[in-house]
């Protein structure tokens, strides 16, 4: 996959590591990582961590690492105008084709709540953002294609709040890709007894767009600490996609991860929670609405490296037509990581005949005095449920419509945020009206 | 739980081996040679010394299947294992017949006593031959087969030859190749349409020699509409040396058929057994694995059911026990291939000490299907801090109209029930092992009657030990 990376003046000409305008560092930190993006092997068929997936045109030629064009400032501000995610927030930045359009919450500031451009808070705080980029390894599978995130670093945000600050409002993030090749990069610190809320929404400009997007977000929790992060990813219908997350939580820390897959052509999601201090508690949350030949694949660890953790994942993902979707986890017990409690569970929802869900939950446990339990289930709409509401008068397509909705429900409630959950909702249930709209 | 110190089962029953008075030996280590020596001593025809063969060029570019695999199968050296043992091809029909020491093994095992008291047949295999077999004369009599898997070949080759290989493919995965290149014993078991054999045929595999490999072929078909219950035991002495037992069990139930295969698993800790199993079941047929693993050192063994017919079923029931020293990575595999196919999976395993049991699933619903069920739950028990459990199921359904679900969970033995039954005037062994008896109660239950008594028991003597 020796891919070339084509890009107007500031970038790139030819294949190699970003050369857009950074600090040393991370020049070469760059440039370190183009080498091992090139010297790793593609996964191969017997990858057990890539199991399941489809390999073939796994990255098309078309995808190949053209990073897209600046864009035009009409076309920038209209991009800045369709960013709408909440009403209220405490922040906003909007960057399109990796590139900043727009930045609001800079008085966020006054509260020593730093929330930056990433190469813009590397360049005025290196030594913070320095020990934390990247910390958590892409143990998952996608280790090749977290370095090719490194390698071509450039957008995305820095968002550091200090100890003891609460911030209320959410913080929000568009990333727009209008064509080529995107990076986007979320790197959260909170410090002790902190607490904030991220939304990331990822978008291309055309639904039917195309390209490639490989983004990196890691959280990383002091003690005490709390952090909320949502990722909406809504690429176009050609869009190929990699996610690698990660939360690393210390003593009594808290986080919550959603993840709501839309768009995209296949995406592949690696996330990863690591309870390192007594007392830390992870929730891990996706949504999936697979339709068309959409393929999702979603890999995922859940690690108990201290004593009276918890972790409780719950994934859902409806399917119709041709769709696929992957769902491999591990609960992992370290040795004297007593007490922990950890859950997992995956769900699917068949629509279709033609879809294929594949479930492959996992358990390595190395203490005794645990409580792990894991779960999954494939099935289809309830036929009891189903006639129970078509005896009401309700016609089938809202019938199916409902039910699906309930099913879907209840993961973002779990976000315990009614103000975002209603605005999730409303995302989610307008890919099934844009697709009722046109056939069914 | 309090305690870290080991638990350990009575294995002793079967710690105990003779001189070796072997007539036929192939020598250390594995070749051409090897393969061609156990062909021309058994008297094989050319179709399965060629079978053979081949068998043994896949076995050789197999990798090792470390990649998802325990890679303590690494510690196996394949040069170092004898490939063949034997007295003689001929298993004696009475027991008046077979050697002196090695009736005296069976005898010890108890075998010729569970013969006449409940079984229908039995077949005793002592390294690489059976030594002893037969079955009652009112089952032959209505046509049952029950003979070795030489014999079978041999003397029915026109069921025999449409089987064999069927199910399990050489190729399926290097032991099954090896198995395929080497394989001697065994049982071949035919019952006519319509037969049910009412009382169990049992085999039981005893590994008497140093640096052996054992590796039986068993094939079972069950006739439209027949009925069988087929039951393995197996032992061996405790070796510094590691011993290698990798069978192939192929089960074919036709429509309407029954095949219930019941294994007590108690190898010495130094086996690495390495298994492969899978039945076929045409329409409305039902295939039960019942699977106990206690002993060995690394054992792999994943029974499967491949749901051919409409309405086929397919059961795993699965016990394992791992003690210190121990692996046992075992599970199930369901591969639904017909409509309204069902199938279920209940796996319960126990570690104990520095033991580590780990379950592997794998349920397959292909495209196309309707009315498909499959239910999965895996129950794990961990005694001791250092005891280890893992769960690794895959499981693929494509289209709607099909069921699945999974469930597992860890826990360990709640200290306060200990407390409540020490309270009652228990000890603490005895609270321990009602425990763990509670536990497994449900699945050991399933276990013919006198297998089920011997696995209480069992228990009961491990959690004697457990804590002081």
Redesign the interface.
């Given at each position: 996959m020796s891919a070339t990376i084509l890009e107007e003046k500031a970038c790139c000409t030819s294949a190699g590591p970003c050369s857009s305008e950074a600090p040393d560092w991370i020049a070469s930190a760059r440039a370190e990582a183009w080498r091992l993006y090139d010297s790793l092997p593609n996964p191969a068929r017997t990858d057990e961590a890539w199991r399941f997936a489809t390999l073939s045109g796994l990255l098309s030629p078309q995808e190949c690492l053209h990073a897209g064009p600046a864009l035009s400032k009409e076309s920038g501000e209209e991009l800045v105008r369709r960013s709408r995610g909440v009403e209220r927030v405490a922040g906003r930045m909007v960057f399109g084709n990796d590139r900043l359009l727009a930045r609001s919450g800079q008085e966020l500031a006054r509260l020593g709540v730093i929330w930056l451009p990433l190469l813009e808070a590397a360049r005025q705080h290196p030594d913070l953002v320095q020990s934390h980029l990247l910390k958590t390894p892409a143990a998952l599978g996608s280790a090749k294609f977290a370095a090719l995130h490194l390698s071509q670093l450039k957008a995305g945000t820095f968002l550091y709040v200090p100890r003891g600050v609460e911030v209320d409002l959410p913080l929000e993030t568009h990333h727009w890709l209008e064509s080529g090749a995107c990076f986007p990069h979320t790197l959260v610190v909170a410090e002790e007894g902190s607490r904030v809320t991220l939304m990331d929404y990822f978008q291309s400009v055309d639904r039917n767009g195309k390209g490639l997007a490989c983004g990196v977000n890691d959280l990383v929790l002091a003690p005490g600490a709390s952090v909320t992060h949502v990722s909406v990813q809504e690429w176009g219908r050609n869009v190929t996609g990699f996610h690698i997350g990660s939360a690393a939580l210390s003593r009594g820390a808290r986080s919550a991860s959603l993840q709501v897959h839309l768009g995209g052509r296949r995406m592949r999601s690696e996330s990863i929670s690591r309870l390192c201090g007594e007392g830390a508690r992870s929730d891990m949350l996706s949504v999936s609405v697979a339709d068309g030949t959409q393929e999702y694949d979603q890999r995922t660890l859940q690690v108990h490296e201290a004593r009276n953790t918890s972790s409780d994942l719950l994934y859902k993902n409806s399917l119709d037509d041709t769709a696929r979707t992957v769902f491999a986890g591990l609960i992992r017990v370290e040795p004297g990581a007593h007490q922990t409690d950890a859950y997992q569970k995956v769900r699917n929802l068949l629509l279709s005949g033609e879809a294929e869900a594949n479930s492959a939950p996992g358990l390595e446990i190395e203490a005794d005095d645990v409580r792990c339990s894991h779960g999954a289930t494939t099935g289809e709409v309830d036929a009891a449920e189903l006639f129970y509401l078509l005896s009401r008068g309700i016609p089938r397509q809202e019938a199916y419509k409902l039910i699906v909705h309930g099913f879907l429900e209840e993961v973002l409630e779990r976000l315990a945020r009614p103000d975002l959950t209603a605005r999730l909702s409303e995302r989610v249930y307008a890919k099934f009206d844009a697709k009722a709209g046109s056939a069914r | 739980?309090n305690d870290t110190s080991t638990i350990d089962i009575d294995r002793s029953v079967g710690d105990f081996s003779y001189p070796e008075q072997h007539e036929f030996d192939a020598g250390y280590g594995l070749s051409r040679k090897t393969v061609e020596y156990i062909s021309q001593v058994k008297g094989e025809p050319d179709w399965i010394r060629d079978f053979r063969l081949r068998a043994l060029d896949v076995f050789e570019r197999k990798p090792m299947p470390t990649?998802?695999a325990s890679r303590d199968l690494n510690a196996i050296e394949f040069e170092k294992i004898r490939y063949y043992l034997a007295h003689g091809q001929k298993a004696k029909r009475s027991w008046e017949e077979v050697p002196e020491d090695v009736k005296r093994t069976f005898e010890r095992l108890g075998i010729p006593e569970q013969e006449r008291k409940f079984l229908a047949g039995v077949e005793a295999q002592f390294d690489s031959e059976a030594v002893y077999s037969n079955i009652k004369k009112a089952v032959g009599d209505q046509g049952v087969i029950f003979v070795g898997s030489t014999e079978g070949l041999i003397k029915h080759p026109e069921i025999f030859r449409k089987w064999f290989g069927k199910v399990i493919p050489t190729g399926d995965n290097k032991f099954s190749a090896l198995n395929s290149a080497v394989f001697s014993g065994g049982s071949f078991i035919y019952v006519p349409p319509g037969v049910k054999v009412k009382h169990p045929l049992q085999a039981y595999f005893r590994i008497n020699a140093e640096n052996f490999g054992q590796f039986e072929r068993t094939l079972i078909i069950a006739d439209e509409g027949s009925e069988v219950m087929y039951m393995e035991g197996c032992t061996a002495p405790k070796f510094e040396t590691a011993t290698l037992h990798s069978a192939v069990v192929e089960l074919v139930a036709m429509k309407g058929a029954k095949i219930q295969y019941v294994t007590v698993q108690n190898w010495s800790a130094n086996v690495f057994n390495l298994v492969t199993k899978r039945a076929v079941a045409h329409e409305e047929a039902e295939v039960k694995w019942i699977d106990c693993n206690i002993g060995s050192r690394l054992t792999m063994k994943y029974p499967g059911v491949v749901l051919k017919g409409r309405k086929a079923r397919g059961e795993v029931i699965s016990i394992a026990l791992a003690g210190d020293g121990q692996h046992q990575d075992t599970g199930a595999k369901m591969i639904h291939a017909a409509d309204e196919t069902t199938s279920n999976i209940v796996s319960k395993s126990i570690s104990v000490g520095e033991g580590r049991a780990s379950y592997r699933g794998l349920v397959h619903v292909p495209?196309?299907l309707k009315g498909c069920r499959n239910n999965t739950e895996c129950d794990?028990l961990?005694?001791?801090?250092?005891?280890?459990?893992?769960?690794?199921?895959?499981?693929?359904?494509?289209?709607?109209?099909?069921?699945?679900?999974?469930?597992?969970?860890?826990?360990?033995i709640s200290a306060e029930q200990i407390f409540y039954m020490q309270q009652r005037g228990l000890t603490e062994g005895q609270a321990m092992s009602l425990s763990v008896n509670g536990f497994v109660n449900d699945l050991v239950r399933q276990f013919p009657m006198e297998y089920s008594v011997e696995l209480k028991r069992l228990i009961d003597m491990e959690m004697e030990g457990s804590v002081g």
């Open positions: - | 739980m990649s998802w495209k196309h794990a961990l005694i001791n801090s250092k005891s280890r459990t893992d769960t690794y199921p895959a499981i693929t359904v494509r289209g709607s109209g099909n069921a699945v679900q999974h469930e597992a969970s860890v826990s360990q």
